[in-house]
């Protein structure tokens, strides 16, 4: 169907999407010929899409579309091709979005403001690629240097307590501030797919294998600058 100049693809007697290639979701159409299209889509629609399958671009076979926020209040997703910036819009999203911005320039900033938290997104995850392709995760190497480290502070608390309920004291101290810190090295993807809680979003392992480093030589470090 050609709206206001752009020629847009559509599942008419289907599912009802539309799909938009790349630049084409900021047209600015006649207000009026949109909603009755849109309402002939709604009209013949047969089948509702399942939202939770990912899908493949109709443009690019090999290309699975990402799916992220696109709306203002974040209460809109799309589905996006990472090839050709096409979008795929489900049945009611075009005109949820649409409500939210309602001139052209609202609609030029929020997909500005999408495309710049993609890329950081996008950043982000190569740096974590990197990472885990140049750290030594989870190897015997960590594993032994941390036990080797922990062994070192109970051997420094054995010392220095005299008395049997003071050094298992000590003890106690010592393997219970360890045990954290020693679980993110030794299982660092372990704990970054754990979410509970108030942990609601999963972590990179290169996240949690770090801060278990930091962690565990915070007590190091402090003796050393006190030393000095």
């Given at each position: 169907?050609?709206?206001?100049?752009?020629?847009?693809?559509?599942?008419?007697?289907?599912?009802?999407?539309?799909?938009?290639?790349?630049?084409?979701?900021?047209?600015?159409?006649?207000?009026?010929?949109?909603?009755?299209?849109?309402?002939?889509?709604?009209?013949?629609?047969?089948?509702?899409?399942?939202?939770?399958?990912?899908?493949?671009?109709?443009?690019?076979?090999?290309?699975?579309?990402?799916?992220?926020?696109?709306?203002?209040?974040?209460?809109?997703?799309?589905?996006?091709?990472?090839?050709?910036?096409?979008?795929?819009?489900?049945?009611?999203?075009?005109?949820?979005?649409?409500?939210?911005?309602?001139?052209?320039?609202?609609?030029?900033?929020?997909?500005?403001?999408?495309?710049?938290?993609?890329?950081?997104?996008?950043?982000?995850?190569?740096?974590?690629?990197?990472?885990?392709q140049y750290t030594p995760y989870a190897t015997w190497?960590?594993?032994?240097?941390?036990?080797?480290?922990v062994a070192l502070y109970v051997a420094v608390a054995?010392?220095?307590?005299?008395d049997s309920r003071l050094f298992l004291l000590a003890?106690?101290?010592?393997?219970?501030?360890?045990?954290?810190?020693?679980?993110?090295?030794?299982?660092?993807?372990?704990?970054?797919?754990?979410?509970?809680?108030?942990?609601?979003?999963?972590?990179?392992?290169?996240?949690?294998?770090?801060?278990?480093?930091?962690?565990?030589?915070?007590?190091?470090?402090?003796?050393?600058?006190?030393?000095?």
């Amino acid at each position: 169907m050609s709206i206001g100049g752009v020629t847009l693809d559509a599942c008419a007697g289907g599912c009802g999407g539309i799909w938009f290639d790349r630049g084409e979701l900021s047209f600015s159409p006649p207000a009026e010929r949109l909603a009755q299209w849109l309402d002939e889509l709604a009209a013949n629609r047969t089948t509702h899409a399942d939202l939770t399958q990912r899908r493949r671009c109709p443009r690019c076979v090999d290309s699975v579309l990402m799916r992220h926020f696109s709306s203002a209040t974040r209460a809109v997703t799309i589905d996006e091709c990472p090839t050709c910036a096409g979008v795929w819009l489900d049945s009611g999203e075009l005109e949820r979005i649409r409500a939210e911005h309602v001139s052209a320039e609202d609609r030029r900033r929020a997909m500005v403001k999408v495309f710049e938290e993609r890329n950081a997104a996008d950043r982000m995850a190569l740096i974590a690629g990197q990472l885990d392709q140049y750290t030594p995760y989870a190897t015997w190497r960590s594993r032994v240097l941390s036990s080797a480290i922990v062994a070192l502070y109970v051997a420094v608390a054995s010392g220095a307590s005299g008395d049997s309920r003071l050094f298992l004291l000590a003890l106690t101290r010592v393997l219970r501030y360890c045990a954290l810190p020693l679980a993110c090295i030794w299982f660092p993807d372990a704990l970054g797919d754990f979410v509970s809680g108030r942990i609601t979003k999963k972590s990179p392992r290169s996240f949690v294998w770090y801060l278990g480093w930091v962690v565990l030589l915070v007590p190091a470090l402090a003796a050393a600058l006190f030393l000095r």
